[in-house]
């Protein structure tokens, strides 16, 4: 049931703390990451809200499953990169069933601000074939939220809701709804069916529901002014709004798009005479739509990453009537950008990075801040290709090799590397910088991890303080161990000084 109605000034983070509280969440879960750590400290201020970091996404969302099918609404909240690392558990959910709603938020870094790369979360909706919801305003991110608990236990699986950090900094009114039944259990009788058979239940009934849902949903909107028109999701959806307006043209704005709402979309498409496809980051609209009257991103009308603004689109506009456009695309540089991230001024593990740099080995780093290592003036980065990562990919090298780990990436995923390369015997040496903080992704507190390390390495673990390290004596610490002819690990722990 759904009752009392009350409105509220507010931007995209707190439309998603006040869908949470209206849609009666019990559960939040996540892992600090841009741009989502603002929309988890909000929910962790909710008095109803049981909300804390966890060490990895894949923990996050098992969580949010146990909460489900014991009747109580959950929310994950990842930045994108983390929905890679959930997509196991988030994927099988789907076909496994839930009890209580589940919806994750998952942050998309437009441009890669703060990320190692640029990805679109929308297509895990077609991987996992569970709904995509993508709001363009904080009125259309809290019914997503809240709408989307309805449907996720209407259909037995999680919704996916893209966030960008332009949707959680616009501001505006929003209408608040209460959510006042029960939601809930996941019953037995899943363990009625095969695997198979699990599979096909959910496309006949929760798949089907869900489509049915998407072709009707008020968050898709047509303005009708004239022949050629704009089809836009997300925060795309604002600047399109505007040179829309201004070009007098027909504007479907899409805020449910996978299952995506064809019919909808087909329909609007056979009134116009041109389309422009307007979103962040893929052509996921566009490759869906694939109609020769169709321009976007994959026609070269407008750039094929990154953020789009009222410019990019009105080019596009003025240029709608060309099948295609070549622009010429020069990937952005360090010198192009004019400037590469770097350590801070008085990080503690300076003398440490030095050292490493004194051995002249290949260096595999995680991405945490010592993937700033891989810039001048340092360069001793050879790979890193995400959190937890350097490890594993150190123990690939074809030459004994430098793993860089913090000690939040060990307890996101590097543990299970480091214990792997004990137990294969791998000829490594890992140097870990103990700061019992996510220093990169925002400073948030994390346990002291000594004393596990030590316990698994002994006396092949080498507990080192920062304060009074020089690069010289480091250099002669690291050469002995990286010498040795078998794994080493070099632990060494000092106080961030990011503030
Ligand atoms: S945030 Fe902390 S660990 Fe990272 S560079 Fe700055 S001082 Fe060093």
């Not at 990451?33 to 049981?50: D, E, K, V």
């Not at 009125?139 to 893209?162: C, K, M, N, T, W």
């Not at 009222?310 to 099948?323: C, G, P, R, S, T």
């Amino acid at each position: 049931m759904v009752s009392k109605v009350s409105t509220l000034n507010t931007d995209g983070v707190g439309a998603v703390l006040a869908a949470a509280e209206d849609g009666s969440v019990k559960l939040a879960t996540g892992v600090p990451g841009y741009p989502i750590n603002g929309i988890f400290a909000s929910l962790q201020s909710s008095g109803s809200i049981c909300a804390n970091w966890q060490y990895n996404e894949k923990i996050a969302y098992e969580m949010a499953v146990g909460s489900s099918a014991c009747g109580e609404r959950a929310i994950v909240v990842s930045k994108h990169v983390g929905i890679n690392v959930m997509s196991d558990p988030l994927i099988i959910s789907a076909t496994h069933g839930i009890g209580a709603g589940i919806v994750v938020i998952a942050g998309d870094d437009v441009g890669a601000e703060l990320s190692q790369n640029e990805q679109d979360s929308r297509w895990y909706g077609k991987l996992a074939e569970i709904p995509v919801y993508d709001p363009s305003t904080p009125q259309d991110l809290y019914d997503s939220i809240f709408d989307g608990l309805a449907l996720s236990e209407r259909i037995s699986a999680p919704v996916l809701v893209r966030v960008t950090v332009a949707v959680l900094n616009d501001r505006s009114d929003i209408t608040r709804r209460k959510y006042t039944a029960e939601p809930g259990k996941l019953g037995r009788d899943i363990w009625n069916y095969t695997m198979y058979g699990k599979h096909q239940k959910y496309l006949k009934e929760g798949w089907s529901a869900a489509s049915f849902e998407s072709s009707r949903s008020g968050l898709n909107k047509i303005v009708r002014r004239g022949p050629y028109g704009i089809i836009s999701s997300g925060h795309a959806s604002i600047p399109a709004a505007a040179i829309a307006a201004s070009y007098r043209m027909s504007h479907l704005t899409l805020g449910f798009v996978n299952p995506f709402p064809k019919n909808k979309v087909n329909d609007f498409i056979s009134e116009m005479e041109y389309v422009l496809v307007c979103e962040d980051v893929a052509p996921f609209l566009e490759e869906h739509i694939n109609s020769p009257k169709a321009r976007g991103r994959m026609t070269g009308h407008l750039p094929r990453a990154g953020v789009l603004d009222e410019d990019n689109i009105m080019n596009a506009v003025e240029n709608i009537l060309k099948d295609r456009i070549n622009p010429e695309i020069v990937p952005e540089t360090l010198e192009s950008r004019g400037f590469a991230k770097s350590l801070c001024k008085e990080c503690p593990y300076k003398p440490v990075y030095d050292a490493i740099k004194m051995l002249d080995a290949p260096v595999s780093s995680d991405v945490g801040c010592s993937i700033y290592t891989a810039n001048p003036p340092y360069n001793i980065v050879t790979v890193a290709c995400g959190l937890g990562s350097s490890i594993s990919a150190a123990c690939g090298f074809n030459k004994k090799g430098v793993a860089m780990a913090g000690d939040f990436s060990l307890l996101h995923t590097g543990l299970q590397s480091m214990l792997n390369a004990k137990l294969h015997g791998h000829n490594v040496l890992v140097v870990v910088f103990v700061n019992e903080e996510a220093a990169m992704t925002g400073g948030q507190k994390i346990p002291e991890v000594t004393g596990i390390i030590k316990s698994l390495f002994g006396d092949d673990c080498s507990v080192n303080e920062a304060e009074g390290l020089t690069a010289e004596n480091v250099y002669e610490d690291l050469k002995k161990m990286y010498e040795e002819p078998s794994m080493k690990v070099y632990l060494v722990k000092g106080l961030c000084v990011k503030k």
